[in-house]
Antibody, heavy 131, light 112 residues
Framework: QLQLQESGPGLVKPSETLSLTCSVSGDSVSGTAYYWAWLRQAPGKGLEWIGSVFYTGTTFYNPSLESRATLSIDTSANQFSLRLHSVTAADTAVYYC???????????????????????WGQGTAVTASS | QSVLTQPPSVSGAPGQRVAISCTGSTSNIGAGYDVQWYRQFPGTAPKLLIYGNNNRPSGVPDRFSGSKSGASASLVITGLRADDEAKYYCHSYDTRLGGSEIFGGGTELTVL
């Protein structure tokens, strides 16, 4: 059974870098039908996609966070990571990792020709940006 | 403000049917992108209910169904139960600014 587990510091100082890792068990991150995603949810707010990474290292980012976010993947360790630079209080949120699964032939990240979903989620990890 | 618009709240009595709408635009749902639905209980991670507008993953009861028309989508829950009380989110893809996953603001379902 696929499980995702986020890990990382729960407190980050403003202007510093938030670093989180998602460890994957029960499946390989090298599957060609999957991207691996980071999302977040600020207190009392909705879901926000941060970005997605493929096993080759190809990444896609939310345009609003692209200048500060870096996603990476380590296939040998079966995990993927998020680094968010220059954090502010507005980055305080629960951060989730998730599997983005394609249900059909997916030749591009743009899902115009196939079904897809964030089908498995980690339990989430709370991060507070505060001095 | 979310790119996909959902009503903040809906309610229904046990056994009844409720529908949650998700309104997008010509750069997302209206452009042909499919819609997913997730349920989230307080303090827990979202769970996938519907993918590809109207497909249920294994284990999701057929009380949950989805549909899409034009630039909008709906999640319908029939035979409402007390444990359906949760927040529901729609999800799609938007082509603006190079492409992005987008979510609705969420709808709180109250079972009366």
């Amino acid at each position: 059974q696929l499980q995702l587990q986020e890990s990382g510091p729960g407190l980050v100082k403003p202007s510093e870098t938030l670093s989180l890792t998602c460890s994957v068990s029960g499946d390989s991150v090298s599957g060609t039908a999957y991207y691996w995603a980071w999302l977040r949810q600020a207190p009392g707010k909705g879901l926000e996609w941060i970005g997605s990474v493929f096993y080759t290292g190809t990444t896609f980012y939310n345009p609003s966070l692209e200048s500060r976010a870096t996603l990476s993947i380590d296939t040998s360790a079966n995990q993927f990571s998020l680094r968010l630079h220059s954090v502010t209080a507005a980055d305080t949120a629960v951060y989730y990792c998730a599997r983005r699964r394609s249900y059909g032939q997916a030749n591009t990240y743009n899902p115009i020709s196939y079904y897809y979903a964030m089908d498995v989620w980690g339990q989430g990890t709370a991060v507070t940006a505060s001095s | 403000q979310s790119v996909l618009t959902q009503p903040p709240s809906v309610s229904g009595a046990p056994g009844q049917r409720v529908a949650i709408s998700c309104t997008g635009s010509t750069s997302n749902i209206g452009a042909g992108y499919d819609v997913q639905w997730y349920r989230q209980f307080p303090g827990t991670a979202p769970k996938l209910l519907i993918y590809g507008n109207n497909n249920r993953p294994s284990g999701v009861p057929d009380r949950f169904s989805g549909s899409k028309s034009g630039a909008s989508a709906s999640l319908v829950i029939t035979g409402l139960r007390a444990d359906d009380e949760a927040k529901y989110y729609c999800h799609s893809y938007d082509t603006r600014l190079g492409g992005s996953e987008i979510f609705g603001g969420g709808t709180e379902l109250t079972v009366l």
